[in-house]
């Protein structure tokens, strides 16, 4: 191998000369103390050799290195207590080694279980030092977790503190009249920041309880509720719609006929029947039509859809809309006998505590309703535009909401369907909420290489600026206005943005956000 993708190093000194040695990098040569290991090596090694020698204590500080492919470590054991702990930045894992285990599988496992080659690890035992020199490294030890746990919160403090200035540019350029986003990790709110205006007109600052109309974000709930039928046995995800809603039977779906003239389409019996998870996950074919966008209930609209055609095969094609999402809203409140706004706030609502949730204009507090502003292209000035108000309450994106609340909501889902105590999905049940469904077809979102689950879409690989930050497996939703989460279960993670903007791109200011606080958290 060329010398070039080597590191050789020899580690010996304080402990306190090694405290905050953050990576090995490319480079030869050896390091007597901290402060000469910057100058004598950069980043990018990917083979290392190593003798740590002297007091032990020197690997507390030793926390990562930096895309190494392989490790070669001497290690001497001087104390039975000397290799009390041993942290591999990688995953920030801190893997324990009882004083008097063998060391050296448990320090290959280690490297190894981080992809790393590992071998010449030898642990030479020396007898134990006297009784109060070992209590004075231990006391070391701890001071030198305590020291490298404070750093890091220090840093991503400071990081998370460059949010609300972040998000102020975006309202100062005009890119949004105003903004509320919450960050939480490991079930805490690690910032929540509110900027701009509530009301333009009115000169009403952004609160972090601003009410937003969620559009989209609504969605998730329906499957949220659906589940918890299939839960009781209610229904399977499988059945045909035509089971559970008789006037689905003998559903015919339109295909081009080439054959005529006037290429106009025929009616043909589809190859297999729509069933529930078809329309949970945008490939059931039922299209919005005049018809059924003038139904002044669920119900009525569900059965003005059974009346249509379907678009294309069931599950054969994704196309975001259409009447789906009705027909799994009605199912709830066919079998649960309560209106569909009624179940979930008795089902889902008051058990999250999303007392700031509402269904319908009339009953958002109006001192916290945030106003709904558009600009036009190639404007800059933003105007005042007309508010959602549909005559009942719409299941695909009827809500209006705070952060907070679609925090709660979002956390039960990383907690596996429960919140403080209250269980309201299994585990399996979320695993198939969040599980992409959709993923043979050519496209399954809006967004590239994410795919519809059931309700909710899911990152598959982050390669928009949309999904900047997250990990394979992210699923969230977004909604009409701007306004956007993510939940990660990678790194126990939710980002939340609320906004009301019609006519400008929410995308640089989500990528900014979300790598601010993916760093933090690492």
Not at 142 to 169: K, W
Not at 439 to 448: A, F, S, T, V, W
Request: net charge neutral.
């Amino acid at each position: 191998m060329a010398d070039a993708d080597t590191t050789d190093i020899e580690f010996a000194g304080s402990v306190a000369a090694f405290t905050g040695l953050a990576y090995v990098g490319k480079g030869h040569g050896s390091c007597g103390s901290g402060s000469q290991f910057g100058n004598k090596l950069s980043s990018g090694s990917r083979v290392i050799h190593g003798e740590l020698r002297g007091d032990l204590l020197h690997l507390l500080s030793f926390k990562q290195i930096y895309k190494a492919k392989w490790v070669e470590l001497t290690v001497p054991d001087k104390s039975e207590y000397a290799l009390f702990s041993f942290r591999w930045a990688f995953s920030g894992r801190l893997v324990a080694i009882s004083p008097f285990a063998s060391y050296s599988p448990i320090v290959s496992g280690a490297l190894q279980q981080r992809g790393i080659g590992c071998k010449n690890v030898s642990m030479k035992r020396r007898p134990l030092r006297n009784p109060s020199s070992s209590f004075a490294w231990m006391i070391l030890f701890f001071l030198a977790i305590l020291s490298n746990a404070l750093a890091t919160n220090e840093r991503a403090t400071s990081q998370l503190a460059e949010i609300p200035s972040s998000l102020q540019h975006f309202v100062d350029a005009g890119d949004t009249t105003g903004v509320v986003f919450l960050a939480a990790h490991q079930g805490k709110v690690i910032s929540h920041a509110a900027v701009g205006y509530q009301s333009l007109e009115a000169d009403v600052a952004m609160d972090e309880d601003s009410i937003f109309w969620a559009a989209s974000m609504s969605k998730p709930f329906v499957a949220v509720a659906v589940m918890m039928l299939v839960e009781e046995g209610r229904l399977s995800l499988e059945d045909p719609v035509a089971k559970h809603i008789p006037e689905f039977k003998g559903m015919l779906k339109t295909v081009p006929d080439y054959g005529y003239v006037s290429r106009e389409v025929k009616l043909v019996k589809p190859d297999r029947p729509l069933t529930v998870q078809d329309c949970l996950n945008h490939t059931h074919g039922l299209p919005a039509t005049g018809v059924t966008e003038a139904a002044e209930s669920i119900r009525e609209r569900v059965i003005a859809s059974a009346r249509s055609t379907l678009d294309w095969e069931p599950g054969s094609k994704w196309r975001y809309g259409g009447d789906g999402l009705h027909v799994a809203a009605y199912l709830v409140e066919k079998y649960s006998g309560m209106s569909y706004a009624e179940f979930l706030k008795k089902r889902v609502f008051e058990p999250l505590g999303m007392r700031d949730t509402y269904f319908m204009l009339d009953e958002v507090p109006k001192d916290r309703l945030v106003g709904h502003y558009r600009r036009g292209s190639g404007e800059t000035e933003w105007k005042a535009d007309r508010f959602y108000n549909p005559v009942y309450f719409n299941p695909e994106g009827g809500l209006y909401s705070t952060a907070e609340d679609m925090f709660r909501f979002y956390q039960m889902m990383l907690n596996d369907g429960v919140y403080k105590g209250e269980r309201l999905l299994t585990k399996h049940s979320v695993k198939q909420l969040i599980t992409i469904t959709c993923g043979h077809l050519e496209k399954g979102d809006h967004i590239p290489n994410c795919y519809s689950a059931l309700g909710f879409r899911v990152v598959r690989e982050a390669t928009d600026p949309r999904t900047s930050g997250l990990n394979p497996g992210a699923f969230g939703h977004g909604g009409s206005g701007g306004s956007n989460v993510w939940a990660d279960p990678t790194n126990d993670t939710i980002y939340i943005f609320m906004r009301n903007n019609w006519g400008s791109s929410q995308t640089p200011m989500i990528e900014t956000v979300q790598k601010i606080v993916s760093e933090a958290v690492e």
